[in-house]
T-cell receptor, first 114, second 114 residues
Framework: TQLLEQSPQFLSIQEGENLTVYCNSS?????LQWYRQEPGEGPVLLVT?????EVKKLKRLTFQFGDARKDSSLHITAAQPGDTGLYLC??????????????FGSGTQLTVLP | ETGVTQTPRHLVMGMTNKKSLKCEQH?????MYWYKQSAKKPLELMFV???????ENNSVPSRFSPECPNSSHLFLHLHTLQPEDSALYLC?????????????FGDGTRLSIL
C-alpha cells in the first residue's frame, strides 16, 4: 500500500510567519498534486509537480518535488488568515503499475491567526 | 463555484433508512469519483466511473450503491448504514480517468448516521 505521510498534522501560526509542510513516502511518484480544503468545502487543486527537483511558485506558496520523487514540500511566506485550511498531497506510486490510483495523505491542518 | 454540485449538503439518517446522494458536474468531464473523508484519515476512494461505466470499486460494502446515468450525474444510494459510515462524502470529476488527472471536487455531503 502506497502511503503518503504529511507533517505536521496540525500547525497554528501568527499572521506574517513563514512555514513549511511536508509530504513523504517510501515510494516513487510520477507526480504529486497539492490541494487546499477550506472548512465546509471540497479540496481545490493548487499545483501538480512532475519532475524530480521541480519548484513551482504560486504567489506566496512555493512547492518543491524531491529529487528522488519520493517527497514534496510546501512553503508559505508571510502567511495570512486566508491561508487557513487543510493542505493535502496526493499522488500515485509508480510501483503500482496498471493498478495505479490517486492516494491522498491525511493532510496538514493550518491555522493562521490574525 | 467549482463546477461540481453535491446535494444535499447535510444528511442525518437512521440506520434503517434509504437515502441518495447526488452529484452533478458542469465541466464536460468524462470521469467521476466518490470519496469518503473521515476525521484524521486520508480521503478514501470508493468508486470510479469513466464514460458512465464503473471502473473501480475499492472494496466498498454493498450498503453503498453507486449509479451513473450519464457522464454529468453520479449518485450514491445508501441503505442500512452503520454509525461508522458517518463522514463527509465527496464527489469529484476529471477530464479523463487517470491517476495523474487533476480532480475537481464538490463541497461534499456531511452524513450523520444515528
Amino acid at each position: 500500500t502506497q502511503l503518503l505521510e504529511q507533517s505536521p498534522q496540525f500547525l497554528s501560526i501568527q499572521e506574517g510567519e513563514n512555514l513549511t509542510v511536508y509530504c513523504n513516502s517510501s515510494s516513487v511518484f510520477s507526480s504529486l498534486q497539492w490541494y487546499r480544503q477550506e472548512p465546509g468545502e471540497g479540496p481545490v487543486l493548487l499545483v501538480t509537480v512532475v519532475t524530480g527537483g521541480e519548484v513551482k511558485k504560486l504567489k506566496r506558496l512555493t512547492f518543491q518535488f524531491g529529487d528522488a520523487r519520493k517527497d514534496s514540500s510546501l512553503h508559505i511566506t508571510a502567511a495570512q488568515p486566508g491561508d487557513t485550511g487543510l493542505y493535502l498531497c496526493a499522488g500515485a506510486s509508480e510501483s503500482s503499475g496498471s493498478a495505479r490510483q490517486l492516494t491522498f495523505g491525511s493532510g496538514t491542518q493550518l491555522t493562521v491567526l490574525p | 463555484e467549482t463546477g461540481v454540485t453535491q446535494t444535499p449538503r447535510h444528511l442525518v439518517m437512521g440506520m434503517t433508512n434509504k437515502k441518495s446522494l447526488k452529484c452533478e458536474q458542469h465541466l464536460g468531464h468524462n470521469a467521476m469519483y466518490w470519496y469518503k473523508q473521515s476525521a484524521k484519515k486520508p480521503l478514501e476512494l470508493m468508486f470510479v466511473y469513466n464514460f458512465k461505466e464503473q471502473t473501480e470499486n475499492n472494496s466498498v460494502p454493498s450498503r453503498f450503491s453507486p449509479e451513473c446515468p450519464n457522464s454529468s450525474h453520479l449518485f450514491l444510494h445508501l441503505h442500512t448504514l452503520q454509525p461508522e459510515d458517518s463522514a463527509l462524502y465527496l464527489c469529484a470529476s476529471s477530464q479523463r480517468r487517470g491517476w495523474n488527472q487533476p480532480q475537481h471536487f464538490g463541497d461534499g455531503t456531511r452524513l450523520s448516521i444515528l
